[in-house]
C-alpha cells in the first residue's frame, strides 16, 4: 500500500507539467487546418476522433491518477474534463472544446459528441438497472424501504430549502423562454430532486475492499440503494414533467402532479410488469437465432425501446434505460450459445461511451462562474443538505444494534445518477452554467468524502463491539 | 441441414408480409410528435435512439434470414438497408430515413447515425487489421504476394475500362465544384480502386464451414487478402488523394502521384516500423495501470489516434485504422490483468457500430436510379470486372498442381471494404447517386456467387484428384 501510494505520488507530481503542456497542445490543435485534407464541405469525423482521442486519455489518465488514492476513477474523469474544459482561462488559443460549452450545441463534432456521452448515460443506467433485480428488491425488507423513503425525502427538502434560500430569481435564460407566472418553487424543486439519488458503486466499492459486503449494514445500504434509484427516478420524473409543462405555459396544478406520478409508476410497473411477462418467451426465440451478438444486440435493442417508449411517455429516456435493466435477468439468456455474461458484452461498449459523459460534464463546468461568490455560497449548502440528507434516513433502520451512522454515510455519495439529473436540467434551462457548477462540485465533494469517512465509522464501530480488534 | 433450410424458408416465407409492415409502421412513424415531449428546442436524441432501433432490428433480422440461406450476414444488413430505404417508394408518408439519403446531411440525427456508422468502418478496419499481422503476411510467401498484385492490379484496369465504357461525362453534382480542366479518368480510377479490395471473410468462412481452412489454397487466398488490403489501401489513397488534389485545381502531375503513392507507403511502413519499435514499451507502461478497461480503452485511442494522423497526411482514416490493427498484436497485451482477448474486447462495441453502417449503405441505396437502364449497365459491368478481375490473379500461382480456379473464385467476394471506398466517393462526389448504387449491386452480386461457386470448383477439384470420393 505505501509503495503503491508512493508511487501514485511520484506519478502525480513529477508529471503535470508534462501532461498539462501536452492537454494543453492538443486542445490548441486547430481541427480547421485538418479539414482541407478531406476533401470538399468541413467532414466532422477528423474532429470528433481528435475529440474522442483526448477526452479518453484524459479519462483513463484522471481514472488512474484519483484510483491510485483510493478514490473512484468517476472523480478523476470529471476533474479531468473540468480542466480540459477550463484551459481556455490560461490561453484564449486552448479553445477546442469551446463548442461542448455551449447551449444548445451549434457545431456537428459536439452535438455527435454529446449524442456519444447520453448513448453512454443511457448504457450505464442500463446496467446500474442490471445490478438490481425484482427478486432482490423484494428480500430486503422494510429497513432499506424506509431508509430509502427517507434517503429521498429528506435530501429533496432540504435540497429545496437551499435553493430556497439562495436562488432568489429565475436565470435570464430561462426567463426568456417561460411564461410570466413561472414560479422559482420548479427551480428548488429540481435542485432537490437532483440530490435524491444515491450513487451506491462507490460505496460497494469501499465495503467490498474492507471485505464487509455481507455485513447487515452493506446489506441495507446496497438494498436502499436500488430503491432509492426507483424513488428518484419517479421524482425527477414527476419535476421535470412538471418544469416541462410549466415551461409551455401550463399552471402547476395538483391534477397534473398526480398524473405525472401516475404516469412514472404505470411506467415503471408497467414495464416491469410486461417485462417480467414477455421478455422469457422473447429470449427463448431469440436463443433460436444464429448470428453471432444477437444477445448483446437484442439486449441493447430492449433498453434503447423502452428509453423510447419513456420519452414518448413523457419521461427521461434514463428512465426506460434503467426500467429495462431492472427487467433483464441473467435467467433469461440461458438457451443463448454466447456462452458469456450479459454484464460483460455491454461492459465494452460502456467502458467507451460512459466516460465520454463524465468527462463532458467536466468541460462543461465553468471555473469563472466561481468568481461570483454566491455560487460557492450556493455549492456549499447543497453539499452540506446532500450530507445531512443522507444522515437522517439513519433514523430509518428499523432493527435495533445496527450502526446508523454507517449507513447514514454509505448513502451520502451523489456521483452519475444526480450528474444526470443537472445534465438534463441543464437543458431544460432550470440550472443555469452556474448552479450546474454548484452541482458539479457537491457531487465531486460527496464523492470524496464517502470513502474514508466509511472507513473511519466502519472501524469506530467494530473498535467498540470488540475492544480487542484493531482496525 | 435440410431441416434448417426449411425452417429458413418457412421464416422466409411466411414472415415477410408481416415483417415488412412493422417496416412500414416504424417508417411512418413521425419523429417531429415526440420532440414536444422532450421540451424546449428540439431534442435529437429520440430521433437517434428510434433509427438506431429500426437499423439495429433490420441489421439482426436480415443477417439471420441470409445466414440461414448460407449467405454472410453483411447481405442481410445491406438487403435490409435498401428496403429500408426504398419503403418510400410505396408510400411517400414513409419517408423516415429520407434525412439519411441527402448529401450533405441536414439534420442533428442524420449526422449522429452517419457519425455512429463511420466509427463503426474505423473499428471494422481496425479489426480486419488485428486479424492480420506482420509475421503472417511475411510467411505466405511468393505466391501470396503475386496473386494479391495481379488481384489488385487486374480489377483496377478492368474497373478502369468500363467507367471508360459507360460514364461519358461528369456528374452534375460533381461538375458543380470542378475546375474546367477535370479530367472523366479520375471517376474511371476511382471506380477502378474500387474493385480492388477483396473481401476475404466470406471465404474464409466457407472454407471453414468446408473444413479445408489448411489446404495450400485456402492459405494463398487468405495471405493474398492480407497483401490485397494493404495494396489496395495504397490504391485507394493515392487515386482519393489525386481526386481532392484535382477537385481544389492542381493539375494531374506524375510528382503528385509519386508524393502520394510515398505518402501512404511512408505512413503505413513508418506505422509499422514505429508501431513494432514502440508499441511493446507502451504496453508495459499501461499494463501498470489499475483502472478497468484499460486495454480496450487503450487499444481504441491507438486505433482512433492512426486514423486521425492518416487524415492529417491526406490519407482516409480507414488506412490508419488498419495500420493501427496490423501493428497491434496480442502479445502486446500479456501483462495486463484482463485475463481476456482483445478481439473480444473489440467484439462488443462493433458487433454494435458496424452493422449501423451497413444497413446505412443500404438505406443510400435510390433504387429509382435503376429505372435508368445505363445503371443497369454499369452495375453488369462492374460485376463482369470485379469476378473476371479475380480470375486473372489465380495466374499469379507460382505453384503447380494447385487449382487455380479456386483461388480466382474465393478472391471474388467484395464486400465491406469496396462499400467503404464508394461511400467515400460519394462523399467526394466522383460516384453519383447511380453509380453507388451500381456498385451496392457489384457488392450484393460478388458476394451473393461466391460461397455456391466456391463449393463447386472445391468439390470439382476434389473429385478429379480422388475420384472415389463424394463431395
Same mark, same amino acid.
Given at each position: ?103 444548445? *450545441? +451549434? /457545431?456537428?463534432? @459536439?452535438? =455527435? $459528441?454529446?449524442?456519444? #456521452? ?6 450505464? !443506467? ?86 464487509? *459486503? +455481507? /455485513?447487515?449494514? @452493506?446489506? =441495507? $445500504?446496497?438494498?436502499? #440503494? ?6 428518484? !427516478? ?238
Amino acid at each position: 500500500m505505501g509503495k503503491a501510494f508512493f508511487c501514485a505520488m511520484r506519478f502525480d507530481m513529477m508529471r503535470p507539467r508534462k501532461i498539462f503542456l501536452s492537454l494543453a497542445i492538443l486542445s490548441a490543435l486547430p481541427s480547421a487546418s485538418y479539414a482541407a485534407g478531406g476533401g470538399g464541405d468541413a467532414d466532422p469525423i477528423p474532429t470528433v476522433l481528435l475529440a474522442l482521442i483526448v477526452i479518453l486519455a484524459v479519462a483513463k489518465l484522471g481514472g488512474e491518477l484519483v484510483e491510485r488514492l483510493g478514490m473512484p476513477a468517476v472523480l478523476g474523469e470529471l476533474l479531468g474534463g473540468v480542466i480540459l474544459g477550463n484551459l481556455i482561462l490560461l490561453n484564449p488559443r486552448w479553445s477546442f472544446f469551446e463548442p461542448l460549452r455551449v447551449t444548445p *450545441l +451549434q /457545431t456537428d463534432w @459536439a452535438v =455527435i $459528441i454529446s449524442a456519444l #456521452a447520453q448513448l453512454g448515460v443511457i448504457i450505464l !443506467l442500463f446496467e446500474v438497472g442490471l445490478e438490481a433485480t425484482v427478486k432482490g428488491m423484494m428480500k430486503v425488507g422494510a429497513s432499506s424501504l424506509m431508509v430509502a423513503t427517507l434517503g429521498v425525502v429528506a435530501p429533496f427538502l432540504l435540497g429545496f430549502g437551499v435553493s430556497w434560500l439562495f436562488i432568489k430569481e429565475i436565470p435570464p435564460e430561462l426567463a426568456a423562454i417561460v411564461p410570466p407566472g413561472f414560479s422559482l418553487n420548479y427551480i428548488h424543486m429540481f435542485i432537490g430532486a437532483v440530490l435524491c439519488a444515491t450513487s451506491v458503486g462507490i460505496t460497494a466499492r469501499v465495503f467490498k475492499d474492507l471485505n464487509r *459486503l +455481507q /455485513t447487515k449494514e @452493506a446489506q =441495507i $445500504i446496497l438494498g436502499a #440503494a436500488v430503491i432509492d434509484d426507483v424513488l428518484g !427516478l419517479i421524482v425527477f420524473a414527476v419535476v421535470s414533467g412538471l418544469i416541462t409543462a410549466a415551461e409551455s405555459g401550463q399552471p402547476l396544478a395538483v391534477g397534473a402532479f398526480l398524473r405525472l406520478a401516475g404516469v412514472a409508476i404505470v411506467f415503471l410497473g408497467g414495464a416491469l410488469a410486461l417485462g417480467t411477462l414477455l421478455i422469457p418467451k422473447i429470449m427463448n426465440q431469440l436463443a433460436r437465432l444464429r448470428t453471432a451478438g444477437v444477445m448483446l444486440i437484442s439486449s441493447l435493442l430492449f433498453a434503447f425501446t423502452l428509453s423510447y417508449l419513456a420519452g414518448v411517455f413523457g419521461l427521461a429516456a434514463i428512465v426506460g434505460a434503467f426500467a429495462a435493466g431492472l427487467i433483464l435477468e441473467e435467467v433469461h439468456f440461458r438457451g443463448f450459445r454466447d456462452e458469456i455474461h450479459l454484464e460483460q458484452l455491454i461492459q465494452p461498449v460502456a467502458a467507451f461511451l460512459v466516460p465520454i459523459f463524465f468527462v463532458l460534464m467536466g468541460i462543461q463546468v465553468r471555473i469563472e462562474t466561481f468568481a461570483n461568490s454566491g455560487i460557492l455560497g450556493v455549492a456549499a449548502g447543497l453539499t452540506i443538505a446532500a450530507i445531512l440528507g443522507k444522515q437522517i434516513c439513519g433514523l430509518g433502520v428499523l432493527e435495533k444494534g445496527l450502526d446508523r451512522l454507517t449507513i447514514g454515510v454509505g448513502m451520502v455519495p451523489r456521483g452519475e445518477v444526480g450528474l444526470i439529473f443537472a445534465s438534463i436540467g441543464k437543458y431544460l434551462k432550470v440550472i443555469d452554467d452556474a448552479t450546474f457548477s454548484a452541482v458539479v462540485i457537491m457531487v465531486i465533494v460527496t464523492t470524496l468524502i464517502a470513502p474514508p469517512l466509511l472507513k473511519l465509522t466502519i472501524a469506530r464501530r467494530e473498535r467498540a463491539s470488540n475492544p480487542r480488534m484493531r482496525p
